[in-house]
């Protein structure tokens, strides 16, 4: 009989399980560490000054995150802005709604080049980033297909690694070899994305497998819907919304943590299939891009566990057991609240927000808006009185976008990776910007906590 563990690392049964609590109890006898010697050698624990501002590791043209202004040495609130090579998003946005086009693809050009590109330009733009949608023959088979993950984010991080086999040059930093791989990634992570979901729903869930090539005459935005789509059919206004998150999601500035993660590697001389891969690693965290799909669990809870939404006695005691930790996924967090830079407002969340109160009213999905809406607006005042705490919390993009991915009927497993997708832009401009003008190991200092000790024989140890 052949062994159905055999490959999988200590598969969980009585006698493995015994075993990992002996190496886990070994761990923690010699391993901790004394939360007060962070204060103690000043440590900046996650990168942050005391008052929460990010530690200063780099210089930018990209993009900025505006949330706050220093009034003699103290944070100050302020409404957020976004700014991508020095244009506000909301104002990029607004251009492509007057003149009701899709600008996902013009906001590439315009993270990756530094100037909004003209029409002649943009068509030309349009039509290379057509050209290099198509997978390489047999990727989808041999990389995709064969290999089936329950989670998307693995996927699109095997995938883009897999890419680096069937690049003729792929170790090459020089600037044309890294705007070709940039080009080449953002037009096909959408593409590897929709294919990688319906690869899992026929090899988990038993669902028919759809594989509709993308059309050349398509936007970005647009070929995501056809090919997510057995009937490949969608309107004109989901293909806008789509396009509207695409651009808000396409960056966030150097210091966000998968941004930083692109740029660490880069820093090493390592290639662009492997930088990309480690932003994608550091994006499916909760506390980075998962927060979307989280949102929406918490939802769930908040709609099982108050009787009357409307009661907002009823929503404060959710919130109060919910950062107590005592519902939930008893983390302790309210997802889609709080960020590590705005204070008062996050513009993303803002232009998200009214464009979801726009599809959903009059629909089932009002309620659930109202919802969301009414966390954003108690949780501070919940927040505080429980953890006795002045700091300005205001709600993150993740507040509305997956109620939004949920009315585009998005899966919910999707939501992250359509987060990568878009943000792979930002991360190969990074990339790009770090390899041309860093030219620095990028090497925080940690200080060593560990005491001397000699080393025994065998016999001699305990």
Known sequence: MPNETAGVLLPQNPSNQRAIQFLCEEYRKYNRIDPAYYDVYNVKRGLRNNDGTGVLAGLTQVCNVHGYVLDEGEKAPVDGVLTYRGIKVN?????????????????????????LPNREQLETFRGILASQCELPTSFFEDIILKNPSRNLMNMLARSVLALYAYDPNPDSNEFENLI???????ARMPVIM?????????????????????RPDFSIAENILHSLRSDMQFTREEAKLLDICLILHAEHGGGNNSAFTARSVSSTGSDTYSAIAAAIGALKGPRHGGANFKVMEMLDFLKEEVANPDDDAQVKDFLARLIRGETGDR?????????????????????????????????????EFQLLDAVERLTPEVFASIKGSKKDICANVDMYSGLVYKML?????????????????????????????????????YKSLAKDQAYLPMEERD
């Open 409 to 445: 009927k998005i899966p919910y497993d999707m939501y992250t990776a359509l987060f990568a997708a878009a943000r792979t832009t930002g991360w190969c401009a990074h990339r790009v910007e770090e390899v041309v003008y860093g030219d620095r190991l990028i090497r925080p200092a």
């Open 180 to 186: 070709r791989q940039s080009i080449s990634l953002i």
């Open 194 to 214: 929709v294919a990688a979901y319906q690869v899992k729903r026929r090899a988990f869930e038993r669902e028919s497998l759809y594989v509709h090539d993308p």
């Open 91 to 115: 104002d990029l946005i607004e251009g492509c709604v007057q003149d009701d086009r899709f600008g996902f693809e013009e906001a590439i050009w315009l993270l990756l080049f530094g100037r």
């Open 331 to 367: 983390s302790g967090l309210v997802y889609g609240m709080g960020h590590a830079v705005y204070t008062r407002s996050d513009p993303r969340a803002v232009i998200l927000k009214k464009y979801a109160l726009r599809m959903a009213a009059g629909t089932p999905i009002e309620r």
